[in-house]
């Protein structure tokens, strides 16, 4: 029961570095999303997606990139790292996109931009 | 989004039952009422979900005020694994995200 599998887990940057958080499911799930968590505070959604080859915006996209090529995948970059996106991002899964069905999350990517 | 208004914190021995409320008087009617929760250093993870009806899973029940404008997540025995922080969620189907708030950190005493 793989779920959601999200890697890193840890990471460290330096300012204007790139780089690409990797989130797949095994869940045939046709939506998924990024979050993202900064210290004490409730998630806020980055970009989602509908399906292979559909994504947008979420509530804070700017900095992000994301890519669908596949059902699985849904891989999340940084181009140019900055201290404001030090924070846990998590990623997750749901078969549809309404409200009466729950979304599935991996266990997170902690990035540290120094 | 409808807001939601959860206590702080709250705290529970272990093996007795713990009621955890939530106020949202601005539902919509059609939002589902969702329940996740977080322990430390791991993803949110779904818990339960209703819309009027109460609702029974493995994990826990749900209960849901007839006017709906509140609800109570309901674990039966609580374990020392369920120290988490728990959020109360209303979720419109127009809406993509999950709008997480504050949530309920439950501590459970041993």
């Known amino acids: 029961n793989a779920g959601v599998t999200q890697t890193p887990k840890f990471r460290i940057l330096k300012i204007g570095q790139s780089m690409t958080l990797q989130c797949a499911q095994d869940m045939n799930h046709n939506y998924m999303y990024w979050y993202r968590q900064d210290p004490g505070m409730g998630l806020k959604l980055i970009y989602y997606s509908v399906g292979a080859g559909i994504t947008d915006k979420g509530e804070v996209p700017n900095g992000y990139n994301v890519s669908r090529s596949t059902t699985e995948d849904f891989p999340l970059r940084l181009e140019l790292a900055a201290p404001s996106q030090t924070s846990v991002y998590f990623c997750?899964?749901?078969?549809?996109?309404?409200?009466?069905?729950?979304?599935?999350f991996g266990d997170g990517t902690r990035l540290s931009i120094l | 989004d409808a807001k939601t208004t959860q206590p702080n914190s709250m705290e529970s021995n272990e093996e007795e039952p713990v009621h955890l409320p939530c106020n949202h008087s601005t539902i919509s009617g059609t939002d589902y009422i969702h329940w996740y929760r977080q322990l430390p250093s791991q993803g949110p993870e779904y818990v339960i979900h209703?819309?009027?009806s109460n609702v029974n899973n493995r994990m826990a029940s749900l209960a849901i005020a007839e006017d709906r404008k509140s609800s109570t997540l309901i674990l039966h025995r609580a374990t020392l694994r369920d120290a988490a922080v728990y959020y109360c969620?209303?979720?419109?189907?127009?809406?993509?995200?999950?709008?997480f708030g504050s949530g309920t950190q439950l501590t459970v005493l041993p």
């Open positions: 997750a899964s749901s078969s549809q996109g309404m409200s009466n069905q729950p979304q599935h």
């Open positions: 209703g819309l009027t």
């Open positions: 969620i209303p979720h419109r189907g127009s809406a993509r995200q999950l709008t």
